[in-house]
Each structure stands twice: as C-alpha cells, then as structure tokens.
C-alpha cells in the first residue's frame, strides 16, 4: 500500500508561487493516477489536477487552468505541483491522492465511480490578498 505524505505548504502573497511535492512511500508506477485536490473552509474539496503517471497526461480545474502545473517524478517517487500566481482563492488544505485507475478531477472519483483509495494528509496553503 503506498503512503502519501504532502509539503511545502505555506504563507504567500497574492500573484507569489509555492511548490508542492507529494513523496510516496512505494512505487508510483504502480498506480495508475495521482491528483491534487483542494478543500478551503467551509467550502466542498475540489479536484485541481490529475495526472496519469504512465504516459503523463494530465487535466485540470477551470480554475487553474494556465497558472498550476502538475508533474510526477517516478525516480523521486514523489509527485508535484507547482502554483505560479496564486490568488487568495486558492487558500485551503492541499492533498494528494492515488488510484489504481484514472481520476476524474471533477468529480473526484476513480473513472469507475468508487472513491479513491490513497490520500494524503494535506498541507495547507494561504494566500493573502
């Protein structure tokens, strides 16, 4: 079973960036999807990014769309996210997750319908206007 630990998490100012990393305990090939999603206060969580650890296609959430960036080191065992122009509405609890099968970023499940089954503790992010 692999295990997710998140970093990198912190304090910045609107328009600033931060990088994620997501190191996973076994091997990352052994999963076919990984994601990072989101949850702020109050608020549902939210898919930001899948990516397909095989051929590294990846999708994302209208809302990052051209400012996030996802990518996976299978030597590293470690998955990233790198968050360029970050606006306080991207505060909130970052995690990642794995699946045996493709993510869907929208509706947060495995392309079969069932909930995912690895998940990070999460790291949380603030962005200050």
């Known amino acids: 079973q692999v295990q997710l630990v998140e970093s990198g998490g912190g304090s910045v100012e609107a328009g600033g960036s931060l990088r994620l990393s997501c190191a996973a305990s076994?091997?990352?090939?052994?999963?076919?999807?990984m994601a990072w999603f989101r949850q702020a206060p109050g608020k549902e969580r939210e898919g930001v990014a899948v990516?397909?650890?095989?051929?590294?296609?990846?999708r994302y959430a209208d809302s990052v769309k051209g400012r996030f960036s996802i990518s996976v080191d299978n030597a590293k065992n470690t998955l990233y996210l790198q968050m360029n122009s970050l606006k306080p509405e991207d505060t909130g609890m970052y995690y990642c997750?794995?699946?045996?099968?493709?993510?869907?970023?929208?509706?947060?499940?495995?392309?079969?319908?069932?909930?995912?089954?690895?998940w990070g503790q999460g790291t949380q992010v603030t962005v200050s206007a």
């Open positions: 990516i397909l650890t095989g051929s590294r296609g990846t």
């Open positions: 997750a794995a699946d045996d099968f493709p993510i869907n970023v929208r509706t947060g499940t495995n392309i079969a319908g069932n909930a995912l089954d690895t």
């Open positions: 076994g091997d990352l090939k052994s999963r076919k999807s």
